[in-house]
Protein backbone atom coordinates (compact mmCIF):
# COMPACT_ATOMS: atom_id res chain seq x y z
CA UNK A 1 0.00 0.00 0.00
CA UNK A 2 1.23 3.70 -0.98
CA UNK A 3 1.81 5.84 1.69
CA UNK A 4 -1.57 8.43 1.94
CA UNK A 5 -2.25 10.56 -0.43
CA UNK A 6 -4.40 12.67 3.14
CA UNK A 7 -0.44 12.08 4.89
CA UNK A 8 1.38 13.41 2.17
CA UNK A 9 -1.17 16.63 1.70
CA UNK A 10 -0.62 17.33 4.99
CA UNK A 11 3.20 16.93 4.83
CA UNK A 12 3.20 18.90 1.85
CA UNK A 13 0.68 21.87 3.49
CA UNK A 14 2.91 21.46 6.45
CA UNK A 15 6.26 22.49 4.56
CA UNK A 16 4.96 24.30 1.80
CA UNK A 17 5.02 28.12 3.21
CA UNK A 18 6.32 29.47 6.29
CA UNK A 19 2.77 30.69 6.90
CA UNK A 20 0.46 28.07 8.51
CA UNK A 21 -2.73 29.32 7.52
CA UNK A 22 -1.45 29.30 3.99
CA UNK A 23 -0.10 25.41 4.21
CA UNK A 24 -3.03 24.45 6.01
CA UNK A 25 -5.08 26.14 3.54
CA UNK A 26 -3.05 23.90 0.66
CA UNK A 27 -3.69 20.87 2.35
CA UNK A 28 -7.29 21.21 2.58
CA UNK A 29 -7.71 21.75 -0.54
CA UNK A 30 -5.59 20.33 -2.86
CA UNK A 31 -5.21 16.60 -3.50
CA UNK A 32 -1.73 15.80 -5.01
CA UNK A 33 -2.28 11.98 -5.84
CA UNK A 34 -2.63 10.64 -9.28
CA UNK A 35 -4.29 7.81 -11.20
CA UNK A 36 -1.90 6.77 -14.04
CA UNK A 37 -2.76 3.21 -16.51
CA UNK A 38 -4.39 2.36 -13.06
CA UNK A 39 -1.33 2.40 -10.66
CA UNK A 40 -2.46 4.93 -8.04
CA UNK A 41 0.36 7.58 -7.09
CA UNK A 42 0.50 9.57 -3.89
CA UNK A 43 1.58 12.51 -6.24
CA UNK A 44 2.57 13.42 -9.28
CA UNK A 45 6.68 13.94 -8.78
CA UNK A 46 8.11 10.97 -9.50
CA UNK A 47 12.42 9.87 -10.27
CA UNK A 48 13.51 10.01 -13.38
CA UNK A 49 15.98 6.96 -14.26
CA UNK A 50 19.61 9.06 -13.14
CA UNK A 51 22.44 8.59 -10.88
CA UNK A 52 19.69 9.42 -7.61
CA UNK A 53 18.05 6.51 -8.55
CA UNK A 54 21.04 4.15 -8.95
CA UNK A 55 20.44 1.37 -6.45
CA UNK A 56 18.15 0.36 -4.06
CA UNK A 57 18.96 2.66 -0.87
CA UNK A 58 19.15 5.60 -3.42
CA UNK A 59 15.36 5.12 -4.39
CA UNK A 60 14.17 4.76 -0.65
CA UNK A 61 16.33 7.75 -0.13
CA UNK A 62 13.92 9.51 -3.29
CA UNK A 63 10.80 7.97 -1.08
CA UNK A 64 12.34 9.45 1.98
CA UNK A 65 12.16 13.07 -0.11
CA UNK A 66 8.78 13.04 -1.56
CA UNK A 67 8.91 11.40 -4.55
CA UNK A 68 5.52 10.37 -5.37
CA UNK A 69 6.62 7.24 -7.67
CA UNK A 70 10.05 5.48 -8.64
CA UNK A 71 11.66 5.15 -11.68
CA UNK A 72 14.65 2.65 -11.61
CA UNK A 73 18.06 3.38 -13.11
CA UNK A 74 17.93 1.74 -16.68
CA UNK A 75 19.16 -1.85 -16.88
CA UNK A 76 20.10 -4.03 -19.85
CA UNK A 77 21.45 -6.98 -20.47
CA UNK A 78 24.99 -5.89 -19.23
CA UNK A 79 25.97 -3.78 -16.95
CA UNK A 80 27.52 -0.51 -18.62
CA UNK A 81 30.99 0.79 -18.68
CA UNK A 82 30.69 4.43 -19.08
CA UNK A 83 33.67 6.84 -19.92
CA UNK A 84 34.69 9.33 -17.50
CA UNK A 85 34.36 12.04 -16.83
CA UNK A 86 30.73 11.64 -17.67
CA UNK A 87 28.84 14.70 -15.80
CA UNK A 88 29.26 18.24 -15.46
CA UNK A 89 26.77 21.07 -14.35
CA UNK A 90 26.94 23.83 -17.07
CA UNK A 91 25.49 27.20 -16.84
CA UNK A 92 21.76 26.52 -16.59
CA UNK A 93 22.15 23.09 -17.07
CA UNK A 94 23.85 19.82 -17.10
CA UNK A 95 25.48 17.50 -19.25
CA UNK A 96 26.07 13.55 -18.78
CA UNK A 97 27.34 10.50 -20.62
CA UNK A 98 26.46 7.82 -18.38
CA UNK A 99 24.94 5.37 -19.96
CA UNK A 100 22.47 2.56 -18.61
CA UNK A 101 23.41 0.99 -15.04
CA UNK A 102 26.75 -0.29 -14.20
CA UNK A 103 24.89 -3.04 -12.39
CA UNK A 104 24.42 -6.37 -13.85
CA UNK A 105 20.65 -7.26 -14.22
CA UNK A 106 21.21 -10.04 -11.72
CA UNK A 107 22.21 -7.26 -9.07
CA UNK A 108 18.50 -5.69 -9.30
CA UNK A 109 16.70 -8.67 -10.04
CA UNK A 110 18.67 -10.14 -6.44
CA UNK A 111 18.95 -7.15 -4.21
CA UNK A 112 18.22 -3.98 -5.52
CA UNK A 113 14.28 -3.90 -6.43
CA UNK A 114 13.15 -6.04 -3.21
CA UNK A 115 15.16 -3.01 -1.44
CA UNK A 116 13.29 -0.35 -3.39
CA UNK A 117 9.94 -1.99 -3.15
CA UNK A 118 10.32 -1.31 0.76
CA UNK A 119 9.43 2.03 0.19
CA UNK A 120 5.73 1.28 -0.62
CA UNK A 121 5.15 3.62 -3.47
CA UNK A 122 4.69 2.24 -7.42
CA UNK A 123 7.62 0.81 -8.98
CA UNK A 124 8.40 1.55 -12.50
CA UNK A 125 11.35 -0.66 -13.92
CA UNK A 126 13.34 1.09 -16.69
CA UNK A 127 15.43 -0.76 -19.13
CA UNK A 128 16.30 -0.96 -22.66
CA UNK A 129 17.06 -1.46 -25.22
CA UNK A 130 16.47 -3.65 -28.01
CA UNK A 131 13.69 -6.41 -28.49
CA UNK A 132 16.07 -9.18 -27.63
CA UNK A 133 17.13 -7.07 -24.19
CA UNK A 134 13.38 -6.79 -23.23
CA UNK A 135 12.16 -9.89 -23.83
CA UNK A 136 14.76 -11.45 -21.78
CA UNK A 137 14.82 -8.68 -19.17
CA UNK A 138 11.04 -7.70 -18.73
CA UNK A 139 9.92 -11.54 -17.40
CA UNK A 140 12.55 -11.60 -14.99
CA UNK A 141 11.94 -8.10 -13.25
CA UNK A 142 8.03 -8.48 -13.33
CA UNK A 143 7.84 -9.30 -10.16
CA UNK A 144 8.94 -6.28 -8.89
CA UNK A 145 7.25 -3.69 -11.38
CA UNK A 146 4.14 -1.92 -11.33
CA UNK A 147 4.86 -1.12 -14.84
CA UNK A 148 7.68 -0.94 -16.87
CA UNK A 149 9.85 2.18 -18.72
CA UNK A 150 11.30 1.23 -22.08
CA UNK A 151 13.99 3.47 -22.67
CA UNK A 152 14.77 3.98 -27.12
CA UNK A 153 17.88 6.23 -26.32
CA UNK A 154 20.49 3.83 -27.89
CA UNK A 155 17.62 2.46 -30.87
CA UNK A 156 17.82 5.62 -33.58
CA UNK A 157 15.59 7.28 -35.09
CA UNK A 158 14.06 4.17 -37.11
CA UNK A 159 10.67 3.45 -35.36
CA UNK A 160 11.48 -0.06 -35.93
CA UNK A 161 13.71 -1.36 -33.18
CA UNK A 162 11.02 0.75 -30.81
CA UNK A 163 7.82 -0.72 -31.95
CA UNK A 164 9.78 -4.05 -31.69
CA UNK A 165 11.25 -3.50 -28.36
CA UNK A 166 7.05 -2.76 -27.16
CA UNK A 167 5.77 -5.31 -28.68
CA UNK A 168 8.40 -7.82 -26.65
CA UNK A 169 7.59 -5.75 -23.68
CA UNK A 170 3.62 -6.53 -23.96
CA UNK A 171 3.89 -10.24 -25.34
CA UNK A 172 6.35 -10.32 -21.77
CA UNK A 173 4.25 -8.90 -18.93
CA UNK A 174 1.19 -7.89 -18.46
CA UNK A 175 1.81 -4.54 -16.25
CA UNK A 176 1.47 -1.22 -18.56
CA UNK A 177 4.35 -0.63 -20.52
CA UNK A 178 5.48 3.30 -20.96
CA UNK A 179 7.96 4.50 -23.82
CA UNK A 180 10.93 6.87 -23.32
CA UNK A 181 11.09 8.97 -25.96
CA UNK A 182 14.45 11.06 -26.93
CA UNK A 183 14.22 14.27 -28.55
CA UNK A 184 15.92 13.19 -31.91
CA UNK A 185 15.69 14.72 -34.82
CA UNK A 186 12.53 12.32 -35.39
CA UNK A 187 9.24 13.69 -34.86
CA UNK A 188 7.78 13.93 -31.68
CA UNK A 189 4.36 13.36 -32.46
CA UNK A 190 4.58 10.40 -34.59
CA UNK A 191 6.71 8.91 -32.54
CA UNK A 192 4.14 8.95 -30.19
CA UNK A 193 1.53 7.65 -32.13
CA UNK A 194 3.97 4.84 -33.53
CA UNK A 195 4.67 3.99 -30.18
CA UNK A 196 0.93 4.03 -29.40
CA UNK A 197 -0.16 1.62 -31.72
CA UNK A 198 2.84 -0.51 -30.81
CA UNK A 199 0.90 -1.04 -27.96
CA UNK A 200 2.57 1.77 -25.22
CA UNK A 201 0.28 2.11 -22.26
CA UNK A 202 2.14 5.63 -21.37
CA UNK A 203 4.78 7.89 -23.40
CA UNK A 204 7.62 10.00 -20.89
CA UNK A 205 9.11 12.67 -22.54
CA UNK A 206 11.84 13.41 -22.55
CA UNK A 207 15.33 12.15 -22.73
CA UNK A 208 18.25 14.24 -22.45
CA UNK A 209 19.25 15.69 -25.80
CA UNK A 210 22.29 15.93 -27.83
CA UNK A 211 24.85 15.11 -28.92
CA UNK A 212 26.10 18.36 -26.90
CA UNK A 213 29.87 20.27 -26.30
CA UNK A 214 31.35 21.92 -23.00
CA UNK A 215 35.09 23.18 -23.35
CA UNK A 216 36.94 23.35 -19.38
CA UNK A 217 38.98 26.37 -20.44
CA UNK A 218 41.56 26.12 -18.39
CA UNK A 219 42.52 22.46 -19.08
CA UNK A 220 41.09 23.40 -22.80
CA UNK A 221 39.69 19.69 -22.63
CA UNK A 222 36.01 18.76 -23.34
CA UNK A 223 33.75 18.63 -19.35
CA UNK A 224 32.85 14.88 -20.98
CA UNK A 225 35.45 12.08 -21.59
CA UNK A 226 34.86 9.23 -24.27
CA UNK A 227 36.66 9.41 -27.67
CA UNK A 228 34.62 12.67 -28.69
CA UNK A 229 33.91 14.61 -25.38
CA UNK A 230 29.93 14.60 -26.46
CA UNK A 231 27.65 15.06 -23.71
CA UNK A 232 23.60 15.11 -23.24
CA UNK A 233 21.78 18.07 -22.08
CA UNK A 234 19.67 18.16 -18.96
CA UNK A 235 17.95 20.19 -16.28
CA UNK A 236 16.48 24.27 -16.43
CA UNK A 237 18.17 24.73 -20.32
CA UNK A 238 15.90 21.10 -21.55
CA UNK A 239 12.71 22.41 -19.82
CA UNK A 240 11.37 24.51 -23.12
CA UNK A 241 12.24 21.50 -25.61
CA UNK A 242 10.84 19.51 -23.08
CA UNK A 243 7.35 21.19 -22.70
CA UNK A 244 7.18 21.55 -26.38
CA UNK A 245 8.03 17.48 -27.02
CA UNK A 246 4.87 16.92 -23.93
CA UNK A 247 2.09 19.12 -25.98
CA UNK A 248 3.05 17.73 -29.05
CA UNK A 249 2.82 14.52 -28.29
CA UNK A 250 -0.16 15.04 -25.45
CA UNK A 251 -1.40 16.59 -28.82
CA UNK A 252 -1.54 13.23 -30.96
CA UNK A 253 -2.11 10.30 -28.23
CA UNK A 254 -5.18 9.59 -25.92
CA UNK A 255 -2.62 7.54 -23.34
CA UNK A 256 -1.13 9.59 -20.75
CA UNK A 257 2.10 11.60 -20.98
CA UNK A 258 4.48 11.48 -18.25
CA UNK A 259 7.00 15.16 -18.52
CA UNK A 260 10.40 14.70 -18.13
CA UNK A 261 13.44 17.46 -18.76
CA UNK A 262 14.14 20.75 -16.55
CA UNK A 263 11.72 20.18 -13.29
CA UNK A 264 13.40 21.78 -10.12
CA UNK A 265 10.24 23.96 -9.28
CA UNK A 266 6.67 23.20 -8.55
CA UNK A 267 5.90 25.85 -11.76
CA UNK A 268 7.96 23.44 -13.71
CA UNK A 269 6.10 21.00 -12.99
CA UNK A 270 2.70 22.88 -13.38
CA UNK A 271 4.10 24.12 -16.60
CA UNK A 272 4.68 20.45 -17.72
CA UNK A 273 0.86 19.63 -16.70
CA UNK A 274 -0.54 22.50 -18.82
CA UNK A 275 1.44 20.85 -21.43
CA UNK A 276 -0.32 17.62 -21.64
CA UNK A 277 1.37 15.97 -18.59
CA UNK A 278 -0.24 13.66 -16.11
CA UNK A 279 2.70 13.60 -13.88
CA UNK A 280 6.50 14.22 -13.95
CA UNK A 281 10.15 13.15 -13.75
CA UNK A 282 12.61 14.51 -11.91
CA UNK A 283 16.48 13.75 -12.78
CA UNK A 284 19.03 16.50 -12.49
CA UNK A 285 17.67 18.43 -9.67
CA UNK A 286 17.63 15.32 -7.69
CA UNK A 287 21.32 14.86 -8.61
CA UNK A 288 22.26 18.74 -7.92
CA UNK A 289 19.81 19.22 -4.91
CA UNK A 290 19.65 15.66 -3.29
CA UNK A 291 16.07 13.37 -2.61
CA UNK A 292 14.43 16.17 -0.78
CA UNK A 293 13.61 17.80 -3.91
CA UNK A 294 11.33 15.76 -4.71
CA UNK A 295 8.85 16.95 -1.85
CA UNK A 296 9.69 20.60 -2.04
CA UNK A 297 8.00 20.09 -5.68
CA UNK A 298 5.18 18.57 -4.66
CA UNK A 299 4.88 21.00 -1.76
CA UNK A 300 5.51 24.26 -4.35
CA UNK A 301 3.19 22.25 -6.84
CA UNK A 302 0.17 21.76 -4.09
CA UNK A 303 0.56 25.62 -3.15
CA UNK A 304 0.64 27.22 -6.52
CA UNK A 305 -3.02 24.99 -7.44
CA UNK A 306 -4.01 26.19 -3.78
CA UNK A 307 -3.37 30.03 -4.99
CA UNK A 308 -4.71 29.45 -7.90
CA UNK A 309 -7.83 27.44 -7.09
CA UNK A 310 -7.35 24.00 -8.16
CA UNK A 311 -7.93 20.60 -6.25
CA UNK A 312 -5.69 18.44 -7.94
CA UNK A 313 -2.99 18.41 -10.89
CA UNK A 314 -5.45 16.59 -13.07
CA UNK A 315 -7.34 19.82 -13.08
CA UNK A 316 -4.66 21.68 -15.01
CA UNK A 317 -3.60 18.89 -17.24
CA UNK A 318 -3.73 19.55 -20.75
CA UNK A 319 -4.66 23.28 -20.40
CA UNK A 320 -2.46 24.49 -22.89
CA UNK A 321 -3.32 21.70 -25.03
CA UNK A 322 -5.09 22.46 -29.01
CA UNK A 323 -5.61 25.65 -27.12
CA UNK A 324 -5.81 28.28 -30.20
CA UNK A 325 -6.60 31.24 -28.84
CA UNK A 326 -6.16 35.00 -30.75
CA UNK A 327 -4.02 36.99 -28.33
CA UNK A 328 -5.51 40.43 -27.25
CA UNK A 329 -3.56 43.17 -29.80
CA UNK A 330 -3.14 45.53 -26.45
CA UNK A 331 -0.58 46.83 -24.20
CA UNK A 332 -0.16 44.64 -21.11
CA UNK A 333 -1.92 45.55 -18.10
CA UNK A 334 0.13 47.16 -14.75
CA UNK A 335 -0.97 46.19 -11.60
CA UNK A 336 0.90 49.29 -9.54
CA UNK A 337 0.23 47.37 -6.39
CA UNK A 338 2.77 44.86 -7.27
CA UNK A 339 5.14 47.11 -8.76
CA UNK A 340 8.77 47.26 -6.65
CA UNK A 341 9.93 49.61 -9.26
CA UNK A 342 13.29 47.37 -9.94
CA UNK A 343 13.28 48.53 -13.74
CA UNK A 344 13.62 45.12 -15.18
CA UNK A 345 10.95 46.17 -17.53
CA UNK A 346 12.77 49.60 -18.44
CA UNK A 347 15.53 47.78 -19.43
CA UNK A 348 13.87 45.56 -21.54
CA UNK A 349 12.13 47.87 -23.44
CA UNK A 350 13.60 48.40 -26.90
CA UNK A 351 11.21 50.96 -28.01
CA UNK A 352 11.10 53.23 -24.70
CA UNK A 353 7.46 52.22 -23.59
CA UNK A 354 8.38 52.00 -19.83
CA UNK A 355 9.81 53.71 -17.66
CA UNK A 356 9.81 53.98 -13.80
CA UNK A 357 9.09 57.23 -12.41
CA UNK A 358 8.87 57.50 -8.71
CA UNK A 359 9.34 54.00 -7.63
CA UNK A 360 6.65 52.95 -10.34
CA UNK A 361 6.47 51.74 -14.21
CA UNK A 362 4.84 53.82 -16.23
CA UNK A 363 3.38 52.75 -19.51
CA UNK A 364 3.29 54.51 -22.97
CA UNK A 365 0.73 52.43 -24.79
CA UNK A 366 1.47 54.44 -28.01
CA UNK A 367 4.88 53.15 -27.88
CA UNK A 368 4.48 49.66 -26.93
CA UNK A 369 5.03 46.77 -29.71
CA UNK A 370 3.69 44.15 -27.53
CA UNK A 371 6.83 42.12 -28.06
CA UNK A 372 5.98 40.54 -24.62
CA UNK A 373 9.50 40.41 -22.78
CA UNK A 374 9.00 42.54 -20.26
CA UNK A 375 5.73 40.81 -19.00
CA UNK A 376 8.22 37.44 -18.80
CA UNK A 377 10.68 39.26 -16.93
CA UNK A 378 8.59 41.45 -14.37
CA UNK A 379 9.26 39.49 -11.29
CA UNK A 380 7.11 40.33 -8.75
CA UNK A 381 4.46 39.74 -11.63
CA UNK A 382 2.67 42.85 -12.03
CA UNK A 383 2.59 42.96 -15.75
CA UNK A 384 0.49 40.73 -17.11
CA UNK A 385 -1.44 40.00 -20.22
CA UNK A 386 -5.05 40.31 -20.25
CA UNK A 387 -7.22 36.75 -20.28
CA UNK A 388 -8.22 36.11 -23.63
CA UNK A 389 -12.07 36.59 -24.44
C1 LIG B 1 23.58 11.53 -15.32
C2 LIG B 1 22.32 11.11 -15.99
C3 LIG B 1 22.05 9.77 -16.21
C4 LIG B 1 20.88 9.37 -16.87
N1 LIG B 1 20.61 8.05 -17.04
C5 LIG B 1 19.47 7.65 -17.66
C6 LIG B 1 19.14 6.29 -17.81
O1 LIG B 1 19.85 5.40 -17.37
N2 LIG B 1 18.00 5.99 -18.48
C7 LIG B 1 17.14 6.95 -18.98
O2 LIG B 1 16.11 6.62 -19.55
N3 LIG B 1 17.41 8.26 -18.81
C8 LIG B 1 18.55 8.63 -18.17
N4 LIG B 1 18.81 9.95 -17.98
C9 LIG B 1 17.85 10.96 -18.48
C10 LIG B 1 16.91 11.43 -17.37
O3 LIG B 1 16.14 10.38 -16.86
C11 LIG B 1 15.97 12.54 -17.89
O4 LIG B 1 15.22 12.02 -18.96
C12 LIG B 1 16.71 13.77 -18.38
O5 LIG B 1 17.85 14.01 -17.62
C13 LIG B 1 15.81 15.00 -18.36
O6 LIG B 1 15.30 15.24 -17.06
P1 LIG B 1 15.98 16.29 -16.01
O7 LIG B 1 16.11 17.60 -16.72
O8 LIG B 1 15.05 16.30 -14.84
O9 LIG B 1 17.30 15.70 -15.68
C14 LIG B 1 19.96 10.35 -17.32
C15 LIG B 1 20.24 11.71 -17.08
C16 LIG B 1 21.38 12.10 -16.42
C17 LIG B 1 21.61 13.56 -16.18
Known amino acids: MTRSTAQH ?7 ASPDPVAAAAAAATVDLGVEVCGIRFPNPVWTAAGPPV ?9 AEGGAGGLVTKTISRTAAEPTTPNMAEISHGF ?5 WSELPPERWIEREYAITREAGLPVVVSMGYTAEDIAELAPRVRPFADALE ?5 IGEDAGPMIAAIKAAK ?3 DVPVFVKLS ?3 REMARAAEQAQAAGADAIVAINSFGPCLA ?3 ESALPQIGGPDGYGWLSGPALKPLAVRCVHDVASAVDIPVIGCGGVSRGTDAVEHLMAGAVAVQVCTAAILRGPGVFGRIATEMASWLAKHGYASPAEVTGLAVRRVVSRPEAPPMLDLSLCNGCGLCEMSCGPDAIHV ?3 KAVLDEERCELCGLCVSRCRPGALLWAAPA
Open 9 to 15: RAQSAAA
Open 54 to 62: RDGAALLAC
Open 95 to 99: LNAEL
Open 150 to 154: LSTHY
Open 171 to 173: AAV
Open 183 to 185: PLG
Open 215 to 217: IDI
Open 357 to 359: VEG
